[in-house]
């Protein structure tokens, strides 16, 4: 559940001016890796919309634990609980976001342990198909 404060935060960010190119670099990251390692063509409008998705999710899992899926190579999808709310404790700076980056550290909460996961594989809402 979203409380005011980070609401407030998710607000902040929205409003800045590189919010948009933030995006439109994660979007094409997304879209040039799903066709690379997963054999999927995204649409532009798919690719901005899973990269929205992308900074949702890292926005709640600096502050709670999120639950996403995440889609392996052969199709099948794997359910995730992680966070980042002890980033800064393990690696002894905070997390900052890089657009750029295809890759997406999370601690796995059912785990126990830091791990990294492609951002183009994190599938959300009607894409998931579980096996």
């Keep these: ?8 935060i998710c607000m902040k960010k929205t409003m800045k001016n590189d919010s948009c190119l933030t ?17 999927t063509l995204l649409t532009l409008g798919e690719s901005m919309r899973r990269a929205y998705q992308v ?19 052969d199709g099948t999808c794997l359910s995730i609980t992680g966070t980042l709310t002890e980033y800064e404790h393990y690696f002894g700076r ?4 890089n657009p750029s980056n295809r890759f997406l550290p999370y601690y796995d909460v059912h785990c126990r342990k830091w791990l990294t996961c492609r951002v183009a594989g994190i599938v959300f809402g009607s894409s998931v198909k579980k096996n």
């Design 94 to 97: 905070p997390y900052y976001e």
């Design 1 to 8: 559940m979203l409380t005011f404060q980070h609401k407030e």
């Design 55 to 73: 900074e949702e999710l890292i926005d709640r899992m600096r502050w709670d634990n999120a639950d996403f899926c995440l889609q392996r190579t």
């Design 23 to 39: 995006v439109s670099r994660r979007a094409a990251i997304i879209r040039q890796d799903a066709e690379e390692n997963y054999g």
